[in-house]
């Protein structure tokens, strides 16, 4: 088994690539893609930069060029719901951009033309997620995560959000655009998120503030989930 996993910045992946053996760094065009062993699994994992262009590349290059059978996301993300807090991790059961918009042709705001709205995460994943909640220490949770190409720092923002997505839990950059990557390429994905900021005016300093505590917790879920497949 072959397992992707993209992080958009150096601080969701680093935790991982420490755990990692057998290390070998691979340069395709201008990503390093590193692969090596976790848990007796070969992992490649990137760091894609951040937003929807950047961690398509990604995606699409992990699984044409390194043929991946499953793509994990790792990395932080603003709250949408009061209940969670700074540290908190999510696990998508479903994923959806949440700045598209052809409604005026008949679609879901929220739905590229010709795509669903919602992308599935992958139940087997999801599964390996559910156990590894019970046995790690973490506050987790499994819900709906929204994405877009904005760092989201204001309340009118988030009661747009909410108004068209009442079910996501946070909000982030990248995790609909793998999703959808992989919805396109048939490779089975799972987004799993560490809260970092509420996504609200104090966002920008919590996000820098919170960042790393974000990543490691986020990786530490992901770990888990290894460990169990």
Known sequence: MKIGIIGAMAQETVLLKTKMSDIVEKQ??????????????????????????????????????????????TGSAGSLKKGLSIGDVVVSNQVAYHDADATV??????????????????????????????????R?????IVSADTFVAAPESIARIQKYFPD??????EGASIAQTCHVLGVPFVVVRAISDNADNEAPV???????????KSAQMVLAMLEDM
Do not use: R
């Not at 996501?168 to 950059?173: D, F, I, Q, V, Y």
């Open 206 to 216: 919590s996000f820098d503030e919170f960042i790393v505590t974000a990543g490691e």
């Open 168 to 173: 996501a839990l946070c909000t982030e950059m």
């Open 105 to 138: 042709f008949g679609y879901k705001v929220g739905q590229i033309p010709q795509m669903p709205l919602y992308y599935k995460a992958n139940e087997q994943l999801m599964a390996h997620a559910q156990k590894a909640i019970e046995k790690v220490s973490l």
């Open 140 to 144: 987790a949770n499994v819900g709906e």
């Open 28 to 73: 395709c065009y201008h990503l390093t893609f590193i692969t090596g062993q976790l848990y007796q699994h070969d992992i490649v994992l990137v760091q894609s930069g951040i937003g929807k262009v950047n961690s398509t590349i990604a995606t699409t290059l992990l699984i044409s060029q390194f043929d991946v059978d499953y793509v994990i996301n």
